[in-house]
């Protein structure tokens, strides 16, 4: 009797001890799949600029800046909606104008060569898609409210009486007339990104405009273009 009790005493012990072995051994490593917190900051750059109706080249390039603040809302672990409030510089170089009055016998010419700055509060609504840490795509419009603009250039005047021809040549500058400026401009830009650390990054970003430029030309004259590189910093 004493030798089954023991033998029964050895099974339960066994049994016991296979399932405290089996309950330790099942534990199961979860990765953490949660979506980043919202998280605010600045941003600064350079902007290149040009019209439409020019074609790309580096003497038409308008070298600007734009800054401002961002704040950048996970909507999943792989995409996020950042809206940015910027402080954008547009426009062009080389923007040629010309005119001709005849009056009796003198005919004068007028031809101008500007650097024009247009100076905008731009909107952009980014989508941002991260393929890999780090690492984003982004796409989505931009709505800009036009501030103030500036014409610099030279102009050349040439006069011509009974064939007798003189040139004048002189440096302008001109503010540009508000009222001859759409005040609201659309834009589709589209871009990529790369963050070095959890704050610091460097973005490019491509605009289109959809909007043309002068109120008082056909909806088939200057549009902008421009191209952004620059920095984030997220808090």
């Known amino acids: 009797m004493n030798k089954l009790f023991l033998g029964l005493a050895i099974v339960a ?23 980043e917190p919202i998280r605010f900051g600045i941003k600064a750059g350079a902007t ?6 020019q074609k790309l080249s580096a003497n038409n ?8 603040a961002f704040v950048n809302i996970p909507l999943s672990k792989q995409i996020s909606l ?34 024009t700055t ?3 509060i731009s909107v952009p609504l980014m989508v941002q898609f991260k393929p890999v840490d780090n690492f984003y795509f982004e796409a989505g419009p931009e709505f800009s409210y036009f501030i103030n603009g500036k014409n610099k250039g030279e102009t050349t005047v040439t006069s011509t009486t009974a064939g007798i021809t003189t040139t004048q ?24 990104g790369y963050y070095f650390t959890p704050n610091l990054g460097i973005n ?18 200057n549009n902008n273009r421009a191209f952004q590189l620059g920095l984030n910093y997220k808090f």
Do not use: C, H, M, W
């Open 13 to 35: 012990g066994s049994l016991a001890f296979a399932q405290e072995t089996q309950t330790t051994t099942t534990t199961i490593t979860t990765v953490n799949k949660e979506k």
């Open 48 to 53: 290149s600029a040009y019209f439409s109706q």
């Open 61 to 68: 390039q308008k070298i600007g800046f734009n800054a401002g």
């Open 82 to 115: 950042q809206p940015e409030v910027l402080y954008n510089q547009l426009g062009a170089k080389s923007v040629l104008s010309s005119s001709e009055v005849t009056t009796g016998a003198t005919t004068v010419k007028r031809q101008s060569d500007f650097k």
């Open 118 to 120: 247009l100076n905008y």
């Open 169 to 192: 040549r002189e440096s302008t500058s001109e503010t540009i007339d508000k009222d001859n400026i759409n005040k609201f401009n659309f834009g589709l830009g589209i871009g990529l």
């Open 204 to 221: 490019a970003r491509y605009v289109n405009s959809l909007t043309k430029i002068d109120n008082n030309r056909p909806a088939a004259e």
